[in-house]
């Protein structure tokens, strides 16, 4: 009894969620969309089912081995033309339902594309296990988290440079894989101003489940400061004595592969705003202490990271380094 209540509460768990991250909750044309062609096959899908076990359940029961049947043979029976023609009728018109929305659906996402204002265009491209967010007409760029204005289609640029992924927002709908060597857009709009969640879908490695990423829709104002922002950011060096021990070895240890400036691209993941940022790598709450031992050998906490562990570096230069991030501004 302990078992079955134990695996109910977990199937609810399971089923229910405990995240937020919300898959049957859209908050943009294209996910309203898949809501509903997912509703109306789900409810054709039933209906058949229904149906179809009925009459198994009944037949079975009916046609029960007695010991009277068992001496009946029964006659030969030769095709039914009413019968056949009934259940090759029903499953055409079972599909035509569920095709009409769907074509309908299918072109009315390609007029979000072509309607209004040119839709804001954001490279994304996927790498083990993070995502470099590009604004290429703003000269912006992002690990891990994009800003979007509401109600205005936004065109991801999906690309990827190594494995693939493949970029999924639940609530703002759709869900496309990253390539190497080549692009693919996903338009898709915000509705609603709000933070939506998003996560790699598709198995490329060790760390696959922490290539998780955040989408801010705000609203157009605040997305005009957000860019001014970002830009014109020149954050002045009020650096303590420890962060400016930090920055120096930051700049010999780590610059290769890191920028911290929005306007820098890099191999690796752009480091601005991590002060901000609520996890090290997606895994590791952002703390001095979670950034030292990140640093110190972060493939033990993320694993087949690219990022290489630093053995040589003492505890002085760990701490100086995590003073140094935990001040760097964008
Ligand atoms: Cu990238 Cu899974």
Same mark, same amino acid.
């Given at each position: 009894?302990?078992?079955?209540?134990?695996?109910?509460?977990? $199937?609810?768990?399971?089923?229910?969620?405990?995240?937020?991250?919300?898959?049957?909750?859209?908050?943009? $044309?294209?996910?309203?969309?898949?809501?509903?062609?997912?509703?109306?096959?789900?409810?054709?899908?039933?209906?058949?089912?229904?149906?179809?076990?009925?009459?198994?359940?009944?037949?079975?029961?009916?046609?029960?081995?007695?010991?009277?049947?068992?001496?009946?043979?029964?006659?030969?029976?030769? #095709?039914? %033309?009413?019968?056949?023609?009934?259940?090759?009728?029903?499953?055409?018109?079972?599909?035509?339902?569920?095709?009409?929305?769907?074509?309908?659906?299918?072109? !009315?996402?390609?007029?979000?594309?072509?309607?209004?204002?040119?839709?804001?265009?954001?490279?994304?491209?996927? &790498?083990?296990?993070?995502?470099?967010? =590009?604004?290429?007409?703003?000269?912006?760029?992002?690990?891990?988290?994009?800003?979007?204005?509401?109600?205005?289609?936004?065109?991801?640029?999906?690309?990827?440079?190594?494995?693939? &992924?493949?970029?999924?927002?639940?609530?703002?709908?759709? %869900?496309?894989?990253?390539?190497? /060597?080549?692009?693919?857009?996903?338009?898709?709009?915000?509705?609603?101003?709000?933070?939506?969640?998003?996560?790699?879908?598709?198995?490329? /490695?060790?760390? =696959?489940?922490?290539?998780?990423?955040?989408? &801010?829709?705000? #609203?157009?104002?605040?997305?005009? %400061?957000?860019?001014?922002?970002?830009?014109?950011?020149?954050?002045?060096?009020?650096?303590?004595?420890?962060?400016?021990?930090?920055? %120096?070895?930051?700049?010999?240890?780590?610059?290769?592969?890191?920028?911290?400036?929005?306007?820098?691209?890099?191999? /690796?993941?752009?480091?601005?705003?991590?002060?901000?940022?609520?996890?090290?790598?997606?895994?590791?709450?952002?703390?001095?202490?979670?950034?030292?031992?990140?640093?110190?050998?972060?493939?033990?906490?993320?694993?087949?990271?690219?990022?290489?562990?630093?053995?040589?570096?003492?505890?002085?230069?760990?701490?100086?380094? !995590?003073?140094?991030?935990?001040?760097?501004?964008?």
């Amino acid at each position: 009894m302990k078992l079955l209540s134990l695996s109910v509460l977990l $199937t609810v768990l399971f089923l229910t969620g405990c995240s937020s991250f919300k898959v049957l909750d859209p908050k943009g $044309t294209v996910a309203d969309l898949q809501l509903n062609l997912f509703q109306l096959s789900t409810v054709i899908m039933l209906l058949v089912f229904f149906v179809v076990f009925s009459i198994f359940v009944y037949f079975t029961w009916k046609y029960r081995e007695t010991p009277e049947r068992r001496q009946i043979i029964p006659p030969y029976v030769k #095709g039914n %033309k009413k019968l056949e023609v009934t259940w090759t009728v029903i499953p055409i018109l079972l599909l035509v339902i569920l095709a009409i929305p769907t074509i309908k659906g299918t072109f !009315s996402l390609e007029e979000l594309k072509a309607n209004g204002e040119d839709p804001l265009v954001i490279q994304v491209t996927g &790498h083990q296990y993070w995502w470099e967010v =590009h604004y290429p007409e703003q000269g912006i760029t992002l690990t891990n988290e994009a800003y979007i204005p509401v109600n205005r289609p936004v065109a991801f640029q999906l690309t990827s440079a190594d494995v693939i &992924h493949s970029f999924w927002m639940p609530r703002l709908g759709g %869900k496309k894989d990253l390539i190497p /060597g080549k692009t693919n857009t996903l338009t898709l709009n915000a509705s609603k101003q709000g933070e939506y969640k998003g996560q790699c879908a598709e198995l490329c /490695g060790a760390s =696959h489940s922490y290539m998780r990423f955040q989408v &801010h829709a705000v #609203g157009d104002r605040e997305f005009t %400061k957000w860019i001014e922002k970002e830009t014109n950011g020149e954050a002045a060096d009020q650096l303590t004595p420890t962060a400016k021990e930090g920055k %120096k070895l930051f700049i010999s240890n780590c610059l290769t592969c890191h920028a911290i400036s929005p306007a820098e691209r890099s191999k /690796g993941p752009n480091l601005s705003g991590i002060s901000d940022k609520e996890r090290i790598g997606n895994v590791l709450l952002n703390s001095d202490e979670n950034m030292e031992r990140w640093i110190r050998d972060p493939s033990s906490i993320k694993p087949d990271v690219n990022m290489p562990p630093f053995p040589d570096l003492t505890e002085e230069d760990l701490n100086a380094l !995590s003073t140094y991030l935990s001040q760097l501004e964008e």
